[in-house]
């Protein structure tokens, strides 16, 4: 029988959030989705991220068996970071996190409604704009 404490740890949404805590491990998994990647590679893709950060990070990553560290034994060593078969895994979840995070952006975010309509990319507001003046455009 489990007890209280380890019923907690075994949520499923509980287990989730322990594997992807960290500012940087949606960033990691998302650009190893699209190709293995040497540490420096990350390192300049998000230069905001310090380099212990992102060591960290990544070892917790590999301890939860979403990333696969490969050592090659070479002068200077080389070391390579790809999604296992369960980071594969997440990748529909985290398609979802972003679609929902687009959804956020449109429907909370105010911007610069110049760039926003340039990039075809409207906010609910500059699309409730837009749609107004094209109504008013067209009444006669």
Not at 86 to 92: A, C, E, K
Not at 126 to 131: D, M, W
Request: glycine share 2%; net charge positive.
């Amino acid at each position: 029988m489990l007890s209280k404490n380890n019923e907690k740890r075994m949520c499923p949404v509980n287990v989730t959030q322990n594997i992807l805590a960290g500012k940087w491990k949606l960033m990691i998994i998302w650009l190893l989705s699209m190709k293995t990647r040497r540490f420096n590679e990350l390192q300049r893709i998000l230069p905001e991220v310090s380099r212990g950060v992102l060591a960290q990070q990544l070892r917790e990553l590999e301890n939860d068996s979403m990333v696969h560290r490969e050592v090659y034994r070479e002068v200077p060593p080389k070391v390579e970071y790809s999604l296992t078969e369960i980071g594969r895994n997440f990748l529909p979840v985290l398609t979802h996190i972003m679609e929902w995070g687009t959804w956020y952006i449109k429907n909370t975010s105010v911007c610069n409604s110049d760039l926003c309509l340039e990039n075809s990319f409207p906010c609910s507001k500059c699309l409730e704009a837009a749609q107004a003046n094209e109504k008013n455009t067209y009444k006669v």
